[in-house]
Structure formats: structure tokens, C-alpha cells
């Protein structure tokens, strides 16, 4: 097309979610300026919008074509089509000029709508001209969180035969998904599943680990990124440390330990389970009292390998040059004692599902054992073995979850493992009255709602109704529920209430996505490219996102969505290059591209 | 039993509060749980919020839970979706209000400022006009105001009238109480009937026991004079507040309306004579609770007083103002003042007289009737319901 076609452009500005990330003052000066505009029109500004006023507009100024600009612009095609026909013009030269999906582009979106307008106007479909540039990859990746999500990623891109940097804040890999018991809908053995592939991790010649480290700046651009890593001193030598555990014998100060979710206690220096990957030990410095006052070092001094155990080691910082990057950080669970009525904190038998999942764990410091929690001597309030067996279970559902107070969305997992973590209780203990307080059953997925149904012949009393408040009466917790199906008040007595906690993002979620250019949503989930088609990929080239990070998901949902991220990131190394973001395209690129065209 | 869906009823609702926020519940029935008053078959407030998400009407009108409900606000606070539905249940009672009562006036005051500000102002208009008629002041009230102040320094409070002299404007004043306490009556009982009929007749689920309708009748004067259901409330300090307005106004309507002639007398009782010291704490009593209320109401930081309805305020001017212009009567006649003291008591009865004409058997102060009633009736109905489970009991058996 050399001629240049008369064209008049329509601007919508709609009072929806997106609209105030543009300037529309700015788009519509622009398009005034393109050639061959003849008129810009707010058609917002229009008393009523109907086709034969618009046919008038038209006609006055003579125009071939129409350019619909806006959000979503498409609803209003109808209007301009009957508009077109009225004069004797063609329906099909109403053109749509869609901003939606730039509004996300903070800061460039205004440039971005410009360049999609001024496509339109020259009758050039966008996504031919704006592509965003190519990088050349570097081969290496970063896997950030060593979690079922992080190791599933790692060991695919690994096999593939590229190099992986698997990095974990804690001492261990393994995440959540190591603390766990079983998994639902097949009670498999979680630890069953995990511990080989953590080994295989760990003994992978691509894979290197770096534990006990965070991300602390990333430079470059994708494909090319280069980043620095704040590695925490260990204080233990983990090439010489051979895992023998007299330290941890030795060691006079005890903490409560992260792995069993503080339902246990374990020394300073400590490895966080038996089958830790890397297995070797490291020194809490928040509780070692050489750290605190300079003295101590029993450690040291036991220690059969000679200097292994460096009490004076510093943190270091080092730097890695990768081509992708995969965040796979996880989530943490909610606070129970936010949510005062359960007097979580306040009632010693009042237990998160976490806590639960520990203390009916083989491995767990009960050794499987469903016990009462009581204090130890220097006032802890732990688990031990011999301390009674609960008759009645109340697990309470949407703790944190589904309420306005505390986080909106459904953390999708808490209804399945509130009924795995029934039947876990039934098994133990045949008589025991378990109770679940729901307010919806989700069960959705394959094999779910048969599980449900598996629990429901199972004895257990499922009852819809939230409850509103625990009280503490003697040794017994007598909660207080509308049964909804039944019309009652019930007031319940049982002898231990789990509650079951909702997913939240990590607390540096937010800091990790600024660090790497990320969008998180209202709620703290990293954003995805797309919902329903890309929901790996961002929006930054070259970082992808797997599991929990992105938003509630159960565990086989977390490997599959790992293995995607880790296709696209070997899908970039085998193409050798790696699409930059369209953030990176600029008004002036796109002017210049287009005159080439024309 | 079929029930009528109304979908409009949603939008009738609306007039009746400020939110809609009940659009939001699920059903997770924690505010049931949370509740201290709810009991088996009276499930409130979820129950009233899904009759009002399903626009059934009937089971509204028939239903008692928004009077056994005292917007402690607790259920407001703890509800995990935010719907409100402890201000749902003050919206019903507003809506049941504008139901029971068969003039149809309830209805135009609580959806139409105009109506509301036009009858107050109409009633009080003629209150003045008939003073200004049939009692006008003293010609020499003006001129002489020392022939109306008797020895003890005081204003002969029945003699400033120049028509009717002496023992006659008090008798005219009682005269007009008992009119007034006549027609307030009439509305409030002929109200309270179509509540019995609304709600223990129509409701075709029961049948109450006769023998109920005489043993539970105590259950009328407890709970009007104590209140105390309203004590199971975990915040107490709302219900110890409302049992010292109620006690200070009931002593103050004895005293003006029932009282009339023994308490508008001439004599000026020393200060401990048992009228005044009863007049004194239903006056303190009522500033006391104005003053609290209305602080709570501006700050809107709790619950139960964030959403004020503009009847809840006109409640509480009205009510003030007519406790201030009482006082100034009081201080006026006591100072010797006889021209204030009488265009004070016309102010006084201006304010008095509309407040008690609209706010009672039409607005927010019939919940003085309907409360103790509701809670009759919901006895009888629990009556009803006891019967009817031992029924079926004696038949599975």
C-alpha cells in the first residue's frame, strides 16, 4: 500500500482495570500527527454513541478507514461496522488497534499502545513488526529454591546435559515437600519420592548446589545474566564433613528446629534430617554461643576430621554468569496465631497441619506417635513420645484462606490434605472421632473426589460449617460451629484441633521480584506471561517460574509445571538464543521498522 | 409449604439500610457460630441472609431473628467475606417495621426524607399553633412577670396560661399525654397483632401450644424491663448503656404522662425530694447515653455504631433535644423566669410531641414494643417446635 488511506481514529477509554496505565492524552497527540489521520475522536466524550451519528462524523470527513483504539476495543466494532455500511463503505476497513495486553508493560505501556496504533493506521498486523530482539544464550541456568519444584527442574534441564545452578536459602534441599507424610490422592510416601531424587541431584555431575545462599543482585539482560549470590557462612567445611554427628552430640545449645516445624528441638549445629542433600552439618549462628561470646568451640574440639569446623568463617559473596533463570521459591504457610479465635499459640493442643504432618511423620520427632504437646523442662512447648494419645481430631479447613481479613484466594490444597491428614489419623488410631469443619470440599483433579469419598466410608465426621472460636475447658477444646446441612449450633469437644493453614508467598517473594524485574500479583504470586497458554514463562525473557511461586498448586501440578519450565529454558539452549522482552522495543525501532515495510 | 421468590425484594431492601454488603456471603456460617444469642432453630444471621440472597419474602416477614439480635457486631467483625451481617439484621428490622405497621407511614418515613422531616415539622406546627390558640401566655406575662412568681422564688408553672387559669392548663396537658399515649398505643398493639399474624400464623411449619401462650407470658415483662438476653452479649458495656436509657426514659414517661398532676405543681420540692431525685437520674441518665452514643456514632469505629441510618440520628437529636429544652424548663422556673419557662415548655413539647408520634409506633423507637414481643413469640414458637419433636419421637417410636 504506497497510498496513503484517509483514517480516522476512535480512542476508548474505558473505566476498567487498565486504562489508567496509559496516557491517553498522549496516545491521541500522537495519532494526530501519523499521516493520514484526518481526525482523532474520544468517542467516551460522545453523548450517545450511535452508528448514524458516527456515519455523519464519517462522512464529514471523508475517511476510508476506521481505527478503533483502546482497551478492548472489539466490544464497540459493531457500532462502526453498521457505521461504515450506512456510507457505503466496506465493514471489514474497521481496524482494531488493542492496547490489553501492553497495559502490564510498566512505563512502556503508553509507548507500546503507540506503536500498535501507528501499525494500525499503516494497516500492518503487530505482531509482525513488534518482535522483540533476539540474545544469544549463555548455556548455564539457575534454578533460585531447592524445593520438589527447583529439583525437578534441575535434574530435566540436567539430563539434558546442560549445566544447573540449584541454589537453596536453607542448609538442605528438599523444601516442603520433605516434611510431609504421604501425599494425597495415592498416599504415597512423600519422603519415598523426594529422598531418590534429591540424591540424584546430589550426586549429578551437572548439577552444582549452593545452599545456605540468597540472590542478592542480578545484572545483564536475558541470556546473558550475571548474578551475585550471598552465600552464609556454614561454619562447617562441606567438602571434609563427613556427617558423623558428634558435634551435634556435643553441642550445648538446642534450638527449635525449622524441619519439624518447631515441634522438636535440635542443637546449634545440626543437619535438618537424616537424608539432607547435602548431608552435612552447618552452624545456626542466631544460637551458637561461640558466635554470641567467643566461647564454647566443644565442636571443634570433637570433631574427627581436623579443620573442618571453622567457628570464624565469614559470609562470601560470589558470581555466576547463567543464560536463564528459574524461580522456583515456594511459599511459606500462614501464621496461625493471625487468626486469634483458634487460639493458636494460646492452647497447647491447637497445632498448624504443618506441625501435624511432623508429629504423625515415622521419621518426626513422635516417630509417628499422635501425642499431646507438653512443656519440657526449660519451658519448650514440644512433642515427645509419651504423652497420651488424643481420642478426638477436629480439623478445622480455610485457616487464613478464603477470608477477607487475611488473604482473599483459595490455597487450593488445604481441603485434599485435611482429609489425607484424616485418614492418617484413623489409621493410627482406629478409634479416634476425627471431625472436619469445611466450608467448601474442593476435591477437584483426578482421583480426588474418590479419595473424598474413600474418607467420608472412612468413619469421619465431615461437617459443613466454619468454626468460629475454640475455647479451652480443662484438657479439652470445645469448639463452637454452625452445621449448616443439619441447621444446628453444634458445640464440639475434642481433645486436639488441627488447623489447616493456607499458602502464602514468601516473605522476600517481593524483594526477589524486584531484583528481577518479576510482577507479582495483588496476593504476592509471581505473575505468569499468560494464565491459561504460557503459565511459565514471564514477561522478562529468559526467567521462567515453576511451582508454588506462581500460585497455590499441589504437588503433581508443581513437577509437571517445573518439567514445562525447564522445557522452555532447553528449548532456548538447543535454539541457542533467547527472545528478549518486548519491554525492550522501543517507539523509534517500531517507526523505523515500519518505513522499511512500507 | 411453597415459598414465593421476589427478586426485587434485593432492591426494596435497599432503601431500608446503607450496604448490600450480604451479597458477598458463602455460607460459611460463622457468624451463627460466633453469635451468643443464636440458638437451635433460630440460626441467625445467616439464615435471614440467605432468605434475602433468595428473595423469599414470606420466610422474612415471618421470621423473628432480626428482634432477638441486639448488633453486639460481632458476627460483622469476625466475617471472613466482609458481608456485614450483623447491619443486614438492622436493615431487616427497619424493613419489618415498615411491614408490620398498617398505615403504610413507617414505610414513606424510613425510604423518604421528605416524609420523615415533613411530619416532624407538621406535628410540630400544630403542637405551637394549639398552644398559640387554645393556651396562649398571660397577657400580663410580659408586663408583670412578678404576679407568676410564687414565694418560694419560682414560676407558677400553671398559671402562665392566660385562657385557662390554675389546675386547668395541667389537666389539659394530661389530657393531651393521654391522647398521645392513646394513639401510640392503638398503632403499637394493632402492629404488634399483624407481627403475631405474620409470624406464629402464617408461619405454617408450627403449630403453638395454648397452654404456652399463658406460661410464657412473664417472659414479656422480664425482657422488657431487663433485657436480658441482651446481657448474654459478650460486650457488656452496650447492654448496662441501653438498660440506663431505657430505665431514664420509662421513669421520665411515668413522670410526664402518668404522673402529670403530681409532678407539675407549683410547689418547688427541696432537691432530695424523691421526684426530683428521680427526675434528675432519668435526665442524667438520658444525657449520659445521648452523649455516649453520639460519640460513638461520629467516630464510627466499632460495628454496631459505624453504619448510621438517618433514623438513628434523628432518634438521637430528637431525643437530645427534648432532654436539653427539659432542663432549661426546669432551670427557667426554678431561676424565676416566667416568660422563658413558658415559651421553653412549647419548644419542649414541639420537639417532644412529633418524637414520640413517629419514633414510636413508626420508627426506630418501636423496637421498644416489638423486642419483648419478639422474644414472647419466639418462645412460643420454641414451645412449638419442643412439641412437634416429641411428636415425632412418640411416632418413630
Redesign the interface.
Known amino acids: 500500500m504506497k497510498s496513503i488511506v484517509k483514517t480516522v481514529i476512535c480512542t476508548v477509554k474505558t473505566d476498567g482495570d487498565y486504562s489508567h496505565l496509559f496516557d491517553y492524552e498522549d496516545i491521541v497527540h500522537y495519532a494526530d500527527h501519523i499521516e493520514g489521520v484526518l481526525k482523532v475522536l474520544d468517542i467516551s466524550k460522545l453523548p450517545v454513541k450511535s452508528p448514524l451519528q458516527l456515519s455523519e462524523i464519517l462522512r464529514e470527513t471523508g475517511a476510508d478507514r476506521i481505527v478503533i483504539a483502546g482497551i478492548h476495543p472489539g466490544m464497540h466494532k459493531g457500532i462502526f461496522a453498521n457505521a461504515m455500511l450506512r456510507i457505503g463503505k466496506k465493514a471489514e476497513d474497521v481496524i482494531l488497534a488493542d492496547f490489553t495486553e501492553y497495559a502490564i508493560l510498566n512505563g512502556k505501556s503508553t509507548e507500546m499502545a503507540k506503536a500498535v496504533l501507528l501499525c494500525a493506521v499503516k494497516g500492518i498486523e503487530p505482531s509482525s513488526v513488534l518482535i522483540p530482539n533476539e540474545y544469544e544464550i549463555m548455556p548455564d541456568t539457575l534454578v533460585i529454591g531447592g524445593g520438589i519444584a527447583g529439583i525437578q527442574a534441575s535434574l530435566e534441564i540436567a539430563n539434558g546435559g546442560q549445566k544447573v545452578y540449584l541454589l537453596e536459602r536453607t542448609g538442605t534441599i528438599g523444601g516442603h515437600m520433605a516434611m510431609f507424610d504421604k501425599t494425597f490422592p495415592t498416599l504415597d510416601c512423600a519422603a519415598c519420592i523426594l529422598t531418590p531424587k534429591m540424591v540424584e541431584v546430589g550426586q549429578h555431575p551437572n548439577i552444582e548446589i549452593i545452599t545456605y545462599s540468597d540472590v542478592r543482585k542480578v545484572e545483564g539482560s536475558p541470556g546473558n545474566y550475571t548474578v551475585t549470590i550471598h552465600k552464609k557462612a556454614r561454619r562447617v567445611d562441606i567438602n571434609t564433613c563427613i556427617g558423623c554427628g558428634t558435634c551435634a552430640e556435643k553441642c550445648p545449645r538446642t534450638a527449635p528446629s525449622e524441619f519439624d516445624s518447631k515441634t522438636t528441638l535440635r542443637k546449634a549445629i545440626y543437619i535438618s534430617f537424616p537424608q539432607a542433600v547435602p548431608n552435612k552439618y552447618l552452624i545456626d549462628a542466631d544460637h551458637c554461643t561461640y558466635v554470641e561470646n567467643g566461647k564454647c568451640g566443644v565442636c571443634v574440639k570433637v570433631c574427627p576430621v581436623p579443620d573442618c569446623i571453622n567457628l570464624d568463617e565469614k559470609d562470601t559473596e560470589i558470581k555466576i554468569k547463567v543464560g536463564s533463570i528459574i524461580v522456583a521459591t515456594g511459599f511459606k504457610v500462614f501464621d496461625a496465631s493471625r487468626a486469634t479465635?483458634f487460639g493458636y499459640g494460646k492452647y497447647p493442643n491447637v497445632l498448624t497441619s504443618l506441625e501435624f504432618e511432623r508429629i504423625i511423620n515415622a521419621s518426626g520427632p513422635t516417630d509417628g506417635n499422635i501425642t499431646f504437646r507438653t512443656q519440657d523442662k526449660k519451658g519448650n512447648w514440644i512433642f515427645t513420645k509419651d504423652s497420651g494419645e488424643p481420642e478426638s481430631i477436629a480439623i478445622i479447613h480455610?485457616v487464613g484462606s478464603?477470608?477477607?481479613?487475611f488473604n482473599k484466594y483459595c490455597s487450593k490444597v488445604c481441603c485434599m490434605y485435611s482429609l489425607k491428614l484424616a485418614h492418617l489419623v484413623k489409621e493410627k488410631i482406629h478409634h479416634a472421632d476425627v471431625y472436619e469443619y469445611f466450608?467448601?470440599m474442593r476435591a477437584f483433579g483426578k482421583g480426588y473426589e474418590e479419595f473424598y469419598e474413600r474418607i467420608k466410608g472412612e468413619g469421619v465426621h465431615i461437617i459443613?460449617?466454619?468454626?468460629?472460636?475454640i475455647e479451652q475447658k480443662g484438657n479439652k477444646l470445645i469448639l463452637?460451629?454452625?452445621?449448616?446441612l443439619n441447621?444446628?449450633?453444634i458445640e464440639q469437644e475434642v481433645d486436639m484441633v488441627i488447623l489447616s493453614v493456607g499458602l502464602e508467598p514468601t516473605e522476600d517473594s517481593k524483594n526477589l521480584a524486584s531484583l528481577l524485574g518479576l510482577q507479582t500479583d495483588n496476593s504476592g504470586w509471581f505473575n505468569e506471561a499468560n494464565y491459561t497458554i504460557d503459565q511459565v514463562n514471564t514477561y522478562t525473557g529468559g526467567i521462567s517460574i515453576a511451582g508454588l511461586c506462581q500460585g497455590p498448586k499441589d504437588i503433581p501440578d508443581t513437577v509437571a509445571q517445573a518439567s514445562a519450565a525447564a522445557a522452555r529454558v532447553l528449548q532456548r539452549i538447543i535454539r541457542g538464543s533467547v527472545k528478549g522482552s518486548i519491554k525492550d522495543l522501543s517507539l523509534r525501532f517500531v517507526e523505523e521498522k515500519i518505513k522499511a515495510l512500507m | 409449604m411453597r415459598y414465593k421468590v421476589e427478586p426485587d425484594l434485593k432492591q426494596d431492601l435497599k432503601k431500608f439500610g446503607i450496604h448490600d454488603e450480604w451479597k458477598d456471603c458463602f455460607h460459611c456460617g460463622n457468624c451463627t457460630a460466633i453469635c451468643p444469642l443464636t440458638e437451635n432453630n433460630f440460626l441467625f444471621p445467616r439464615k435471614a441472609i440467605r432468605n434475602v440472597q433468595m428473595g423469599l419474602k414470606d420466610k422474612i416477614t415471618s421470621n423473628l431473628d432480626p428482634w432477638l439480635c441486639y448488633y453486639c457486631g460481632e458476627c460483622s467483625e469476625t466475617c471472613p467475606r466482609d458481608a456485614n451481617p450483623g447491619e443486614l439484621m438492622m436493615t431487616l428490622r427497619r424493613y419489618l417495621t415498615s411491614k408490620y405497621d398498617w398505615t403504610g407511614l413507617s414505610r414513606k418515613f424510613y425510604t423518604s426524607h421528605f416524609w420523615e422531616f415533613g411530619a416532624i415539622i407538621f406535628i410540630a406546627a400544630i403542637v405551637v399553633a394549639l398552644f398559640a390558640i387554645f393556651l396562649p401566655p398571660a397577657a400580663d406575662l410580659m408586663l408583670n412577670p412578678k404576679n407568676f412568681i410564687n414565694e418560694q422564688g419560682g414560676v407558677m408553672i400553671n398559671n402562665l396560661s392566660a385562657t385557662f387559669g390554675g389546675d386547668n392548663f395541667v389537666s389539659i396537658i394530661e389530657w393531651g399525654d393521654w391522647t398521645m399515649a392513646i394513639i401510640v398505643a392503638t398503632l403499637l398493639i394493632t402492629n404488634i397483632l399483624r407481627m403475631f399474624y405474620k409470624s406464629i400464623i402464617k408461619d405454617y411449619t408450627i403449630k403453638v401450644p395454648f397452654g404456652s401462650y399463658f406460661s410464657e407470658a412473664w417472659q414479656l415483662v422480664w425482657n422488657f424491663a431487663l433485657q436480658p438476653k441482651f446481657s448474654k452479649c459478650d460486650k457488656k458495656s452496650y447492654w448496662i448503656g441501653h438498660l440506663l436509657l431505657m430505665s431514664s426514659y420509662s421513669i421520665m414517661f411515668a413522670i410526664i404522662v402518668v404522673l402529670l398532676p403530681k409532678f407539675q405543681i407549683e410547689e418547688i420540692k427541696p432537691w432530695y425530694n424523691w421526684q426530683r431525685i428521680l427526675g434528675y437520674y432519668a435526665t442524667f441518665g438520658l444525657l449520659f447515653f445521648l452523649i455516649y452514643v453520639s460519640i460513638k456514632r461520629f467516630q464510627a469505629k466499632e460495628v454496631s455504631t459505624k453504619y448510621s441510618h438517618i433514623t438513628d440520628w434523628l432518634f438521637i437529636i430528637m431525643l437530645g433535644l427534648t432532654t436539653i429544652t427539659g432542663i432549661l424548663v426546669h432551670f427557667f422556673r426554678i431561676g424565676g423566669l416566667p416568660g422563658a419557662t413558658y415559651y421553653m415548655y412549647v419548644i419542649h413539647l414541639a420537639i417532644l410531641v412529633p418524637m414520640i408520634l413517629i419514633e414510636v409506633p413508626f420508627s426506630k423507637w418501636s423496637h421498644l414494643a416489638y423486642r419483648p414481643f419478639a422474644v414472647y413469640f419466639s418462645q412460643l414458637k420454641k414451645a412449638a417446635y419442643k412439641k412437634q419433636s416429641s411428636v415425632k419421637i412418640a411416632v418413630a417410636a
Do not use: L
Open positions: 479465635q480455610c478464603r477470608d477477607e481479613h466450608i467448601d459443613r460449617g466454619r468454626t468460629a472460636k463452637r460451629s454452625e452445621d449448616i441447621e444446628k449450633i
